[in-house]
């Protein structure tokens, strides 16, 4: 049984993630965690899935402290006063979906090792029924966005600039807004108001979602504009000139400022070669796909910074959860100096391709196998997630989607892209044959 996906426990409300699956995470964790603190976004089954949580955390003698509505980072922020932490949340995913992700109290997710624990427990159904004096208390405490403002506040300067803030209608709307105008900053907002059904836009912050926040950044002579998902984990970014910011740009430039000289930073697989172009002096280490993957990797060597191209943005020296928040108030901080476009215009540019290939979910395991043989002549293989072939001037990176029945390709190049997407194309087709 594998409940845990690169980034918690996901699915449909009411179908994948049950109540009594929730019950079953909750008295799980509660068979190995003293105390816990529980927080949601704004998801219409939230509250559903928390109460069921509470109840399989509290029968096993878990002591719960509630913090109601908030981001992850700011649960993950209050977990640091507590055994374990629970978000309810599917972040970026579509409103149907919920999900329960666990942190330690150093602001990391539950490891793959700590997933595996509480997957045997359910597995095999090893909960644990304490006397009916000895069930766990639940408390709230109503202080932990407070507690997350001050602490980013101590960590970033003062700014009067315009910015633009789109919460898409998630959790972010419990914390930025006032963030950014105590930093001084003229704030405008939309989609701010908490409602769990997304009404304004999908929840992920991509270019293709923030067609709304790149014409009014423009339009009101913003200096900058920022987006959060549905629990605002991640945080992405669009200029003065109301030009959408990639995530392999702004990944280099956290990670341009945040390291210096013979630095260590963790990315994904997937994750553009501007970043190892532009940061020459650093050791970039690549990782599976999935926050927890690459914070995993930031604590095991110590490094300085990391991120996924998708948003996610860690900053070990305050915690090793993905902090939206925390990432637009020092983005707020980079370019009160410099405009945001005049940081992207001086990055590398580099084409890319992507697409997918639809394939048998029985066989993937196999199928990866055999294109592994097939792209090996190519370059220098690594298999860490998918197939990724190096070569000179640029790469390609062949992955099995976790969740569809498709393969993904995605190919860069400083020259002849096409050729190379559709050379690594043909022999994906000839292994699906």
């Known amino acids: ?20 699956l929730a019950l079953k995470v909750g008295m799980a964790l509660g068979k190995i965690k003293k105390t816990a603190v529980i927080g949601r976004d704004p998801r219409i089954a939230g509250q559903m899935i928390e109460h069921a949580v509470i109840a399989g955390l509290v029968s096993s003698g878990c002591n719960v402290v509630r913090v109601g509505l908030v981001t992850t980072p700011t ?3 209050a977990t640091r006063d507590y055994d374990c932490g629970v978000m309810i949340t599917a972040s970026h995913n579509p409103a149907q979906d919920i999900g329960i992700k666990l942190w330690n109290p150093d602001g990391m997710a539950f490891d ?11 597995r095999d159904g090893d909960f644990v029924h304490v006397k009916w004096n000895e069930v766990g208390t639940i408390t709230s405490y109503y202080n932990a966005v407070r507690d997350h403002m001050d602490m980013i506040l101590s960590n970033v300067g003062n700014s009067s600039m315009r910015v633009v803030l789109d919460c898409g209608c998630g959790a972010g ?12 900053c003229e704030v405008i907002t939309l989609n701010s108001q908490l409602d769990g059904h997304f009404p304004a836009r999908n929840s992920e912050p991509n270019e293709k979602n923030l067609w709304m926040l790149m014409k009014v950044v423009k339009e009101l002579d913003a200096r900058l504009g920022i987006a959060h998902d549905g629990d605002a984990d991640r945080m992405m970014a669009v200029d003065e000139k109301g030009n959408f910011v990639s995530g392999d740009e702004l990944l280099t430039i956290f990670a341009s400022f945040e390291c210096k000289g013979r630095s260590k930073i963790a990315v994904p697989v997937d994750t553009s070669m501007i970043v190892d172009d532009a940061l020459p002096d650093a050791e970039i280490t690549r990782t599976r796909v999935g926050d927890v993957y690459v914070a995993e990797e930031i604590k095991r060597q110590g490094a300085n910074f990391g991120g996924e191209p998708s948003g996610s943005w860690i900053f070990p020296k305050l915690s090793y959860c993905p902090d939206g928040i925390y990432a637009a108030a020092r983005l707020v901080d980079i370019v009160k100096k410099t405009p945001l476009s005049k940081l992207t215009g001086s990055l590398p540019q580099y084409p890319t391709l992507r697409g997918t290939l639809e394939c048998d979910d029985s066989s993937k395991q196999k199928l990866m196998e055999a294109i592994k043989q097939k792209l090996e002549p190519m370059g220098n293989v690594s298999n860490i997630d998918g197939i990724r072939v190096e070569m000179d001037g640029g790469w390609v990176l062949v992955r099995a989607s976790g969740t569809e029945p498709k393969i993904r390709i995605t190919a860069q190049a400083k020259e002849n892209l096409e050729e190379l997407y559709e050379t690594t194309e043909c ?3 000839e292994c699906l044959r």
């Open 112 to 122: 793959s090792r700590q997933q595996e624990n509480i997957e045997s427990i359910i």
């Open 75 to 77: 649960l993950a922020y």
């Open 1 to 20: 049984m594998k409940l845990f996906g690169s980034s918690g426990i996901r699915g449909v409300a009411n179908k994948d993630i049950t109540v009594d």
């Open 173 to 184: 709307g419990t914390i930025t807004p006032f963030l950014l105008r105590e930093m001084g």
């Open 427 to 429: 022999l994906v087709k």
